[in-house]
């Protein structure tokens, strides 16, 4: 008879607030099981009912502290529909901007500050990336972490003219923005825009945005890697590395559900048909793509620290009632399941790149399936697509 050692390890997630913590059942080296709970009741949607419309452009922003602006603009664009309004062309793109700015902050210290990090963890010791790995990511003192600071601390900025503030900025209305740019503020901008992308093309690409833009499938990747030492030596070439290395390019194959609901509208004076954005809506199945229904979107509450109501709720008829009870049985997050046709389904950059259309990532999850690899690619790779636009 073989006997079985079961350790349950907790593990918090607090590189940035610790508000979530991951459990896992460990039987004889093998995760059997793993759970994701919310360790802090925030319902900011209870907190916004009897309250003026427009307050949500002040509370909703506060939903966190490193991400405002997409908290703003989903407030903004919910007063929008409301209000039957349509946005002028300058407004939507002077909204686009700040949050695209807030996208390059996010993904670098998520990709650099957060997930990187992993890499310097003793475990890896053996590795032959380890020594290169923790001068590059040792926390306040790696090269990498100190250029990611110091980049995303500037391309912010882009926000601080457009809202007068970041974080917590409140400059999006219904209808629009605020205020008006004006010319040195454009310019200001465009100065703040070009430093970053010598940078991200420098240091995370090791190439042009052009000449990765031409990476169309997984060859071209293997031959983008081999061309040249920069690109193996950036911060994507340095990724591929680690993963492939560490195995993490086979592990986390998830679902293979993928949704977006889409961001960052075209004007209509770009000449796109109706409803076009930079990032597509859809649900993609690793097969198919269709077109995507939020009325299909539902949360769950049965293992969530709430009051329970029968099935699915769309997040308009939510219902969001605490439960002072922590040890109620079967519950065990303060965090609801969201499902899309009542089924878990992944969103974020590699869903975007999925439902867009993006050749690479077509090809990298039709040939080796999703992984950890493919989606902090999918992320640090997305500012290839924005600055451009921006």
Not at 295 to 304: A, F, K, Y
Not at 338 to 351: I, V
Request: hydrophobic letters at 40%; charged letters at 20%.
């Amino acid at each position: 008879m073989v006997r079985r050692k079961t350790v349950t390890l907790t593990l918090p997630v607090n590189r940035v607030e610790g508000d979530l913590e991951l459990m896992i059942d460990v039987r004889a080296g093998m995760v059997i099981d793993a759970w994701s709970r919310g360790t802090m009741y925030r319902g900011f949607e209870n907190m916004l009912k009897g309250r003026a419309p427009r307050d949500s452009l002040v509370l909703t922003p506060r939903v966190c502290g490193i991400c405002g602006t997409a908290h703003l603009t989903a407030a903004a664009k919910a007063l929008d529909m409301v209000c039957n309004v349509t946005i002028p062309d300058n407004a939507l793109l002077v909204r686009n901007l700040a949050s695209m700015a807030e996208h390059l902050q996010s993904d670098i210290r998520h990709g650099l500050l957060m997930f990187m990090p992993d890499f310097t963890n003793p475990w890896y010791a053996h590795a032959a990336f380890y020594e290169e790995a923790v001068a590059r990511y040792r926390p306040l003192g790696g090269s990498s972490a100190i250029g990611a600071i110091k980049q995303t601390k500037r391309i912010i900025e882009i926000v601080a003219i457009i809202g007068g503030q970041w974080p917590n900025s409140s400059y999006m209305v219904p209808g629009g923005v605020a205020g008006a740019m004006t010319r040195d503020d454009l310019i200001s901008c465009r100065y703040l825009l070009s430093r970053f992308r010598s940078w991200y093309e420098t240091c995370v690409l090791g190439c042009s945005i052009e000449r990765w833009q031409a990476v169309a499938d997984t060859d071209d990747l293997a031959r983008w890697y081999e061309q040249a030492e920069q690109h193996r030596t950036g911060e994507i070439g340095f990724l591929l590395r680690c993963c492939r290395e560490s195995g993490l390019d086979r592990l986390g194959r998830g679902h293979h559900r993928f949704i977006s609901y889409g961001q960052f509208d075209y004007p209509v004076s770009d000449g796109r048909p109706p409803g076009a954005m930079v990032f597509s809506s859809g649900f993609y199945d690793g097969d198919h793509l269709e077109p995507f229904n939020q009325e299909n979107i539902t949360e769950h509450v049965t293992h969530s620290h709430f009051r329970d109501y029968l099935g699915g709720l769309h997040p308009f008829n939510g219902e969001t009632v605490p439960l002072a009870d922590a040890a109620n049985e079967g519950k065990y997050s303060l965090t609801k399941a969201p499902r899309y046709r009542d089924k878990p389904a992944e969103t974020g950059p590699l869903s975007e790149m999925l439902c867009s259309g993006v050749p690479l990532f077509r090809d990298l999850i039709k040939t080796g399936g999703a992984s950890v690899m493919t989606r902090q690619l999918a992320r640090l790779a997305r500012g290839a697509v924005l600055i451009p636009i921006m």
